[in-house]
């Protein structure tokens, strides 16, 4: 077999192959044996008819259409690999010569893993975020674990910013209700603004038994399109105000959050968690820093069947939350008021830097043999088995060898970034 490759982008080739006699005789006799098997010959059972004799009644163009297409297939992947290229996709064959048993040419196109040459990887210069905790973060803290063992006092007066009240309400639009914008027996926290802006203001200095209406209009940005902008009134119907008195910061407080004996102890273990969190989220970011640098440093072709199968990704989430909400993906659109071509464009932007940051991991854990060993695999399973016990179905997917494939997969970048961030401190 005699290959030629042809440049036709970055990430795409035409390797033209060219087969002799040699190459084409496994390819005929494996196609007689294939073919002998549907012959029906006077003295023989169906697929017992030997090769010599079956050839006799088989058509010579049948015949040879069928090494042709054996040939092919057989030698096809191996022009590939030849000229160390790894074709995404199964090739496109066109035959462009074929004299029976003697020659067969044919080109073959395909993406391909492109070339990369990457950065090296201590040249890297990212810079590490702060994980220091500041007093007002553990404060925070604190006052939340306040609210939440806050005492609550049934009053008989008007409300006001800092009570609960328990409300009814309907929100219309153009006279109709619309969807999410009702509910009954709703705790409301006055001054927390999880409403738009004049909802919970609205309701300040109004006491129980009050039926009222707000004439509100939605944010410009809001996330819902119909909504957004749009002017709307809301009933609603004032049944309880709740007088909330946060819990004391006091030792009697931390003695009821876990095993603290002093208020003290308490604010220790907040910083400490927090201290925790913070140096996560800081070695996550360091780790999507340090690949994005060696992304813009390094040169990486990005075949364009890799950004349509990621751009598939993006959308298939997308349409999987939305239907958690009751919506499609046109809906999703609408509420953040883009085109499908517009979406389309920046989903391809994120998915380029994706299919860049995957092709540059795979070749640093290539290079320096970076591989999830068996046991780390099997240790990483039977953890899963232990969080997913209730769930028989989760369990048997486990089993499933391309699922622990995906697994070793997974483990292989986590220590291929693990790496990354060791070397570039070197």
């Not at 010959?41 to 008819?49: A, D, I, L, S, T």
């Not at 030698?75 to 074929?98: G, H, M, R």
Request: aromatic content about 6%; glycine content about 4%.
């Amino acid at each position: 077999m005699k290959t030629t490759v042809k440049k036709l982008s970055d990430t795409k080739i035409e390797v033209h192959v060219v087969l002799d006699a040699k190459d084409l005789k496994p390819a005929r006799k494996l196609a007689l044996e294939r073919l002998a098997k549907e012959v029906k010959v006077e003295g023989f059972r169906k697929g017992k008819v030997p090769a010599d004799i079956a050839e006799k009644f088989i058509p010579e163009n049948d015949l040879n259409a069928e090494a042709v297409d054996i040939a092919v297939r057989t030698t096809v992947i191996k022009a590939f690999e030849d000229n160390n290229k790894s074709p995404l996709v199964i090739p496109q064959v066109n035959v462009t010569k074929y004299v029976p048993n003697e020659v067969v040419e044919y080109s073959a196109t395909a993406d391909i893993i492109p070339d990369v040459k990457l950065a090296d990887i201590k040249s890297l210069k990212v810079k590490e975020v702060e994980t220091k905790v500041t007093d007002a973060e553990v404060n925070e803290v604190l006052e939340n674990i306040s609210k939440s063992y806050a005492e609550k006092k049934v009053v008989k007066r008007a409300a006001k910013e800092g009570d609960e009240v328990i409300i009814d309400f309907t929100g219309k639009k153009d006279g109709v209700a619309f969807n999410g914008g009702s509910a009954k027996d709703y705790h409301l926290p006055l001054g927390s603004h999880s409403f738009i802006p004049g909802f919970e203001e609205g309701i300040v200095g109004h006491e129980v038994g009050d039926r009222f209406n707000l004439d509100l209009t939605f944010p410009k940005d809001y996330g819902m399109a119909d909504l957004a902008g749009a002017k709307t009134v809301f009933e609603v119907l004032l049944k309880q105000v709740n007088e909330v008195t946060p819990a004391k910061l006091d030792d009697e407080l931390a003695k009821k959050c876990g095993p603290f004996k002093t208020i003290a102890e308490l604010k220790k273990d907040i910083k400490s968690n927090l201290e925790m969190q913070n140096a996560h989220r800081a070695g996550e970011k360091y780790k999507d820093d340090l690949v994005e640098a060696l992304v813009e440093k390094s040169k990486i072709p990005a075949p364009e069947i890799l950004i349509k199968d990621q751009i598939r990704f993006i959308e298939d989430d997308i349409t999987r939350n939305a239907a958690s909400q009751g919506l499609s993906f046109d809906d999703y659109l609408k509420q953040t008021k883009q085109t499908r071509e517009d979406w389309e464009k920046e989903a391809a932007k994120v998915a380029e830097k994706r299919v860049k940051a995957s092709l540059a991991l795979q070749l640093v854990a290539r290079e320096h043999k970076i591989v999830a060993s068996d046991e780390v695999v099997e240790a990483k399973i039977a953890e899963l088995r232990e969080v997913y016990k209730k769930s028989p179905e989760a369990i048997k997917n486990l089993k499933d060898p391309n699922v622990k494939m995906d697994i070793k997969n997974r483990l292989t970048i986590e220590k291929t970034l693990d790496f990354i961030v060791k070397e570039s401190k070197k």
